[in-house]
């Protein structure tokens, strides 16, 4: 991301640091660019930010323990998604990237809001045939808790993660396997 965005700082002359764009990780990429009051040049922005972003895979590491914990969930018949603002194509050569298999992938699109709405949560919860009391929310800023109070799923912080906007949760992993204590 950083790589990235500093391109497309560089490219279209915006004075406006990583910091800043970081601080909205986890919302949609055009939801930041509202957020940072961008108005001008952002189709050209995205299309800018996810080239250098497919460009740069290879500087992207998994956190520790994610596969293993995903194939332990698998294999207890754990049902597992992925709810992320990235759109779809950048979000499947991740996971091809790293071999990650999940039951659902959801992006934000025309009729699905972004984080911090509930909308990709709740699709989810739908298309798993799942009541919310069964579902756990793990994530890692203050976007995912927001997200995640709004579909009334209970929500689990990443500490091991950005922490961005949260800096404590009632409920938090410092470890991705830790997820094994909800099932």
Same mark, same amino acid.
């Given at each position: ?5 500093? @391109? ?7 004075? !406006? @640091? +990583?910091?800043?764009? &970081? ?5 949609? +990429? *055009? ?16 299309? *800018? +930010? ?6 740069? &895979? ?7 323990? %994610?596969?293993?914990?995903? *194939? ?10 992925? %709810? ?49 009391? *069964?579902?756990?929310? %793990? ?6 808790? !927001?997200? @995640? ?5 209970? &929500? ?19 470890? !991705?396997?830790? %997820?094994?204590? &909800?099932?």
């Amino acid at each position: 991301m950083r790589v990235a965005w500093n @391109s497309v700082k560089k490219k279209f002359n915006l004075g !406006i @640091s +990583f910091q800043r764009y &970081f601080n909205h990780i986890g919302k949609p +990429f *055009e939801k930041i660019l509202d957020s940072l009051n961008i108005t001008e040049n952002r189709s050209d922005i995205k299309q *800018e +930010f996810d080239k250098i972003s497919i460009k740069n &895979f290879a500087k992207i590491k998994l956190y520790k323990d %994610v596969k293993k914990t995903i *194939e332990f969930l698998k294999k207890k018949k754990v049902k597992t998604a992925i %709810v992320t603002s990235k759109n779809f194509k950048r979000t499947k050569l991740i996971l091809n990237r790293f071999k990650i298999k999940v039951d659902i992938v959801q992006c934000p699109n025309k009729k699905l809001r972004g984080k911090p709405f509930p909308d990709q949560i709740l699709k989810v919860v739908k298309k798993m045939k799942m009541r919310k009391k *069964e579902c756990i929310y %793990v994530g890692d800023t203050k976007f995912d808790q !927001i997200g @995640s109070r709004k579909s009334g799923i209970d &929500f689990v912080l990443a500490y091991y993660g950005y922490k961005i906007g949260i800096k404590n949760h009632k409920t938090k992993i410092k470890n !991705i396997t830790q %997820v094994k204590n &909800f099932i």
